[in-house]
Nanobody, 126 residues
Framework: QLQLVESGGGLVHPGGSLRLSCTGS????????IGWFRQAPGRQREGVSC???????YYSDSVKGRFTISRNNAKNTVYLQMNSLKPEDTAVYYC????????????????????WGQGTQVTVSS
């Protein structure tokens, strides 16, 4: 069974940091294009960052310079390090796998991904 599990969400003050993890079961994540998406209440799911199996990385303009995506293939895990968090980063964060094509295309199109985790809540508030 293919499964993605996110962890690492929580409540943090503005300016703080969190690291999200996405671990695969039934997937070998090093062979997959992986995306991190987020969805705030009343808003559409949006792409945050993606990492292709062959080393390309993409960030949305809203997180560029603050978030870093990385992989640990030995742990079959993809991370999203989030620094300098802002209240507008508050959302449920999801990881996704099983996408193809150009990274800037699938990272802006949630429908291109075939597998999703259950999400982890990130709340940035004072």
């Amino acid at each position: 069974q293919l499964q993605l599990v996110e962890s690492g969400g929580g409540l943090v003050h503005p300016g703080g940091s969190l690291r999200l993890s996405c671990t695969g079961s039934g997937f070998t994540l090093r062979n997959e294009n992986i995306g991190w998406f987020r969805q705030a209440p009343g808003r559409q799911r949006e792409g945050v960052s993606c990492s292709s199996y062959d080393g390309s990385i993409y960030y949305s303009d809203s997180v560029k310079g603050r978030f870093t995506i990385s992989r640990n293939n030995a742990k079959n895990t993809v991370y999203l390090q989030m620094n300098s968090l802002k209240p507008e980063d508050t959302a449920v964060y999801y990881c996704a796998a099983d996408a193809a094509g150009a990274i800037q295309n699938y990272c802006n199109s949630p429908s291109r991904f075939g597998s999703w985790g259950q999400g982890t809540q990130v709340t940035v508030s004072s």
